[in-house]
């Protein structure tokens, strides 16, 4: 005799519930979209706004998080009843993408060998402690530009990102990106780029998503690539509906192209900023770096030099020639390295 729930059905309910949520998110953008259109001004209509937001927008936006919220507690009853359930005790595979783990079909991330997609993992985690600079591994692609770009956000404010990705069933995840001027859940489901960024132990993670929603809705290119630095710093705009600018001096130094001084007042106003390098590798403090590639500005020094992160990962085996994970450049060396730079709209900038 059968004790447990039937799964199909929790799961198809969870399903409607999350389809509820993400219903309600849509209506409170159009009446937001509805109040803020209203050609009225003064005191009257500043009180008919607040009104509008603490009596109908927040409470549909509370109601939209509470059934996200009751859809992933029954997907996973549902996958703790199919563990209970099954002949061993304990369920299906849980593996995800790592290397060590490529080669088997059962499991949770299947990326076969011979292919060039990976099965999305079930859980990937999506806590706000997951959210840094050193979170993201490029892995095959050549995408630094728009990855360096999540780095620099997810620096300036992890939780912002976290607030804008969610679980909402079994292998599938909502992606919040502001796209033609408002919010637009993008739904990341089934398969994804193999050789796509992950996290820096090899598994997916939270920028994978982010990309696949990214690649979903345009903003990157149908291989997550792009044509130019500037449509990579788009990235920017999608991801928090802030603007950004994109310096580039082509080989000379320009007017479009940010004094040294701009780019540390950026950094210590707390800005996103990315660095792009010359097509020349040139030895920045003893140390490579590497060239026609981005770099996230982590901090600035007390000696006013600069700290740079490279999107490989933290992990990774860099070639001397390479450089490291972190690099220090200071003034001289980045007017003789660097070609390229995103400053973007700070944290209270964004849209909310």
């Not at 290119?221 to 999608?238: K, L």
């Not at 490579?288 to 700290?307: C, F, K, M, R, W």
């Given at each position: 005799m059968f004790y447990g729930s039937e799964t199909d059905g929790v799961r198809a309910h969870a399903e409607r519930l999350a389809g509820g949520g993400a219903a309600l998110e849509q209506m409170t953008t159009r009446l937001g979209?509805?109040?803020?259109?209203v050609a009225w001004i003064g005191q009257d209509a500043e009180q008919f706004r607040v009104r509008a937001d603490s009596d109908a927008k927040s409470p549909l936006r509370e109601a939209a998080d509470r059934l996200r919220l009751l859809a992933q507690e029954l997907e996973r009853e549902a996958?703790?009843?199919?563990?209970?359930?099954?002949p061993d005790g304990v369920g299906g595979g849980g593996q995800v993408d790592g290397d060590e783990n490529k080669f088997w079909i059962w499991q949770d991330g299947w990326a076969p060998p011979w292919g060039s997609t990976a099965d999305l993992q079930n859980d990937i985690p999506l806590d706000a402690s997951e959210f840094?600079?050193?979170?993201?591994?490029?892995?095959?692609?050549?995408?630094?530009?728009?990855?360096?770009?999540?780095?620099?956000?997810?620096?300036a404010?992890?939780?912002?990102?976290?607030?804008?990705?969610?679980?909402?069933?079994?292998?599938?995840?909502?992606?919040?990106?502001?796209?033609?001027?408002?919010?637009?859940?993008v739904e990341v489901k089934g398969e994804i780029d193999r050789d796509g960024v992950r996290g820096p132990d090899g598994n997916q993670n939270w920028a994978t998503l982010y990309e696949q929603a990214l690649i979903q809705e345009g903003v990157l290119?149908?291989?997550?690539?792009?044509?130019?630095?500037?449509?990579?710093?788009?990235?920017?705009?999608?991801a928090t509906g802030g603007e950004f600018e994109y310096g580039y001096d082509g080989g000379f130094?320009?007017?479009?192209?940010?004094?040294?001084?701009?780019?540390?007042?950026?950094?210590?106003?707390?800005?996103?900023?990315?660095?792009?390098?010359?097509n020349?590798?040139?030895?920045?403090?003893?140390?490579?770096?590497?060239?026609?590639?981005?770099?996230?500005?982590?901090?600035?020094?007390?000696?006013?030099?600069?700290?740079?992160?490279?999107?490989?990962?933290?992990?990774?085996?860099?070639?001397?020639?390479d450089g490291t994970h972190r690099i220090t450049v200071s003034q001289e060396e980045f007017d003789q390295l660097f070609d390229g730079v995103v400053i973007a709209d700070a944290p209270e900038d964004w849209e909310r």
């Open positions: 979209t509805i109040v803020d259109g996958d703790e009843q199919d563990h209970a359930s099954a840094t600079v050193d979170s993201i591994n490029q892995e095959g692609k050549g995408n630094c530009v728009p990855l360096s770009t999540l780095a620099a956000i997810a620096q404010d992890p939780e912002f990102l976290a607030d804008h990705v969610h679980r909402v069933g079994r292998e599938r995840y909502e992606v919040d990106l502001f796209i033609d001027g408002q919010w637009t859940t290119d149908e291989d997550g690539t792009y044509s130019s630095n500037e449509q990579g710093a788009s990235v920017f705009r999608a130094r320009s007017a479009d192209m940010p004094h040294y001084r701009e780019v540390v007042r950026a950094a210590e106003a707390g800005k996103p900023v990315v660095l792009c390098t010359e020349s590798s040139v030895s920045a403090n003893g140390v490579e770096i590497v060239e026609q590639h981005a770099y996230t500005v982590e901090s600035v020094n007390p000696d006013g030099s600069l700290t740079l992160v490279n999107p490989w990962g933290a992990d990774s085996n860099y070639d001397p020639e």
